[in-house]
């Protein structure tokens, strides 16, 4: 009898592996060349069917039949069966009822999901607390618990010789929240408690650039929006390179007039909270970092030394040498010798010439 051509898929993922799924494989192998349906029937190794319970699984296609707890022993019968005959090996298959399982969800979803696990305590909240602290981790604290002791006595407060400039939740288009939010409670619908979402918090300090955080932001925006609307899918792409340009020394007071325009029409016309909090995060970060962003456009300079374009290099002509090692390694030839020397020296001190420079640091 002629087989009809199909596809076998066993699942070789980890826990199927440690089933036996290497062995169905060797032996499904080994039936179908025995009965010359090797050209016929295609085995393919699986990834994971994410059923690690019922492995080893098979799945033959295109029948969209599955076969769970599969022993060696039981692949000729599968092979004699259902892939000659055309008959399914019932004891073997996988069956759900999906109306009967969608009924007991409705009826008795939230009791069952609430049953495994540690009773959750409605006076305590879980919080992910990472960035710029002492001791990154998660924590399980009180609903009264402010952003300030959350930092502070949980975090073991911030890094050495850093002040603090913000909070960011709930991944890269979560809220943002700056100083004036520090001593809000974490359960406050109005302070930080509208904003902290998933409780996933970062905390961010005068190390970290606004600006190369707006980039961030924007670039993952830019490229996860669906399309459908413009000021989302338009709107965070011109935002983004207005921001690469402030980034690389070359924006204008007009460009964060028109990032303020763009993130406005992004929060109020998009169709989807997607495009709608990336306007949020940009409206909150210019003003809570308005300074900071500023001295991008109007000094050409990044505080926290992050934006690559918008650092400075210069050698201190008290302190050099004039051993000449930088100039020689130079490859933009930007470094030459002074008629000066420095107290103490003997050799003339090396200066940087701005023209030449590369910044390559």
């Not at 199927?16 to 090797?38: D, R």
């Not at 710029?132 to 006595?153: F, W």
């Not at 961010?204 to 996860?224: I, T």
């Amino acid at each position: 009898m002629e087989a009809i051509k199909k596809q076998i898929h066993v699942c070789c993922g980890a826990g199927c592996k440690a089933s036996g799924g290497n062995q169905i494989v060797e032996q499904f192998k080994e039936v179908l060349a025995a009965k010359n349906l090797q050209d016929d029937v295609q085995v393919v190794e699986a990834s994971c069917f994410g059923m690690c319970a019922k492995g080893p699984i098979v799945k033959v296609d295109p029948d969209n039949v599955i076969y769970v707890g599969v022993k060696p022993d039981d692949v000729s019968r599968i092979v004699e069966s259902h892939i000659l005959l055309g008959n399914v090996v019932e004891e073997l298959q996988y069956k759900v009822d999906p109306l009967q399982d969608y009924a007991m969800l409705l009826i008795k979803g939230a009791m069952l999901l609430k049953k495994p696990g540690v009773k959750p305590d409605p006076a305590m909240r879980s919080v992910v607390l990472t960035g710029a602290v002492q001791m990154p981790g998660l924590y399980d604290v009180p609903k009264e618990t402010t952003l300030r002791a959350l930092i502070d006595t949980y975090g073991g407060g911030l890094l050495d010789g850093r002040s603090f400039k913000a909070v960011v939740s709930s991944g890269m288009l979560g809220g943002c929240m700056g100083a004036q939010m520090l001593d809000t409670q974490l359960d406050d619908p109005k302070g930080a408690g509208g904003l902290l979402g998933t409780m996933g918090l970062v905390v961010m300090d005068s190390a970290m650039c606004a600006v190369d955080l707006l980039r961030k932001f924007l670039s993952y925006a830019s490229a996860e929006t669906c399309g459908k609307c413009t000021p989302c899918r338009v709107g965070n792409l011109r935002m983004l390179e207005i921001v690469e340009r402030i980034a690389a020394g070359e924006g204008s007071q007009y460009d964060l007039e028109q990032l303020r325009t763009l993130a406005t029409v992004a929060r109020d016309a998009s169709l989807c909270g997607f495009g709608q909090t990336s306007g949020v995060v940009v409206l909150g970060l210019l003003d809570m970092c308005a300074a900071e962003i500023a001295a991008h456009v109007t000094d050409r300079r990044c505080p926290a030394g992050v934006c690559k374009q918008l650092i400075t290099y210069r050698i201190d002509k008290e302190k050099c040498i004039g051993c000449g090692k930088c100039a020689k390694n130079c490859p933009a030839e930007a470094i030459s010798r002074t008629e000066y020397i420095a107290p103490g020296h003997k050799l003339e001190s090396m200066q940087i010439d701005v023209e030449k420079r590369l910044k390559c640091g």
